[in-house]
């Protein structure tokens, strides 16, 4: 049986994987800061929109894109893109008023019972009542009312969380380490019962060695985002896998070692270059 794929939507990588991402997987995005690793996600997930019905029974295409934010509203993360990508704003705009777009932001769960003000974090400009100070479910438990989310919405759709980094916080000061281990081993699992793709942004450097690895094997899939020292003064953006589950042979056997990458305001996150292994 042929494995079905979930395309990225970026024309210049898709037919390097043999068109598309296994689907059901899920794939952590891990970079350096600025490297490329958040625009890859977006780029991926308004092209995939855009992406047209396949003739291909084996190709796969999501009815819907959602964004989930830790730490950030849905006004600051579109006015970001609509600066940085009109084209790609557009897109998921469109797809908005289309039910094909959705976001959801857990920020205020993030912040209570933080010192942060409430002020700060509520996304009302009304003044503040004793009623919205309550802690509702959500805000008690960020990581419970995240599974019900993704489990009342998540199937057949492709799932950016945006910031893994700050998920990874939020439990390192509220719950055990070992609960967000669970936590992921469980989304790595099903994944697979959704069909579709999640994406999960992580920085790199934040946390030591050992538990950014305890990340890296629950994941099917890792991608990472680097800035590469050339010896001229330009640094360049590469990409590289470090696993991925029914891919890598697929480029191990292509002698793929990794991908200059670069940023583009109209196309979003497109490959440059590939780079293979010298005298093959």
Known sequence: MKPKKIPTGIESF???????????????LLGDTGAGDYEFALTSCARTLMYPRSSDNNI????????????RSKEDVMKEVALSFPHLYEVLMDSARQNR??????????????????????????????????WTDEKKNLVGALIEYLDKNAAGSIVLLDSLTALAQYCL????WKDLI????GLQRVSKKWDGIVYAIL???????????????CMDGVMVFDWEEPGSSQRKRVMYLKKFRGLLPVLDQEDIVNFEIQIDTVKGFEISNIKRVRGR
């Open 101 to 134: 777009f959705e976001f959801k932001d857990f920020s205020e769960a993030y912040f209570a019972g933080s010192f942060i003000p409430a002020s700060w974090t509520s996304l009302s400009k009304e003044a503040l009542s004793f009623d919205s100070l309550k």
């Open 60 to 71: 796969i295409i999501p009815e819907k894109v959602i964004y989930i934010s830790i730490t």
């Open 182 to 185: 669970v936590f992921l081993r």
């Open 203 to 217: 920085s790199q450097g934040i946390f030591d060695k050992g538990k950014q690895e305890e990340c890296v094997e």
């Open 173 to 176: 000061s509220s719950i055990e």
């Open 14 to 28: 898709d037919p390097i994987l043999g068109g598309g991402l296994p689907s059901g997987s899920t794939v952590l």
